[in-house]
């Protein structure tokens, strides 16, 4: 496909370029190679990103002639990197909500059961409705 053989790359692939776009342009013409990400728009207007790789291309007397790039739209693979990342955060906040309710349970179990033995020892209705409340802040259960 020779779509974009002969035009400039920075209107074409670029919409007018981006800072990323001269940021890599500059390495490339200092170090006379790049690779990275950038962010493309396809011939329909869609954006992407691409894996970029470019070559500079040089004359017989050694000036800059053409740059070669090899882009690779990575996309999808990127959508899919940050569907991950976000069920691997959601698993994190599970497995932490897990070991918080599991630690609050030690720290009740105890308390509860000490409240279940004061309950027995208490010779009075008003104190044994008292601890009761403790047991069943709601009122769901029946004495």
């Known amino acids: 496909m020779q779509l974009g053989l002969g035009k400039n790359i920075r209107g074409f692939l670029y919409a007018g370029g981006t800072p990323e776009f001269e940021k890599a342009r500059g390495i490339l013409f200092e170090r006379g190679e790049w690779h ?3 962010h493309h728009v396809t011939k329909t207007g869609k954006p992407i990103i691409a894996d970029s790789r470019w070559t500079l291309v040089r004359d017989d007397s050694g000036k800059p002639k053409a740059i070669f ?4 739209d990575i996309t999808e693979k990127k959508k899919l990197e940050a569907q991950f990342l976000r069920t691997q955060r959601m698993e994190s906040i599970g497995t932490l909500a897990s070991g918080i309710a ?3 349970n030690n720290l009740l179990s105890p308390i509860l059961m000490a ?3 004061i309950q027995l020892k208490l010779p009075g209705q008003e104190d044994r409705r008292m601890i ?3 047991l069943d802040p709601h009122g ?3 004495l």
């Open 36 to 38: 990275g990400e950038l």
């Open 69 to 72: 790039a090899i882009n690779t």
């Open 102 to 104: 599991h630690d609050l």
């Open 115 to 117: 409240v279940h033995m």
């Open 132 to 134: 009761s409340v403790l």
């Open 140 to 142: 769901t259960k029946q």
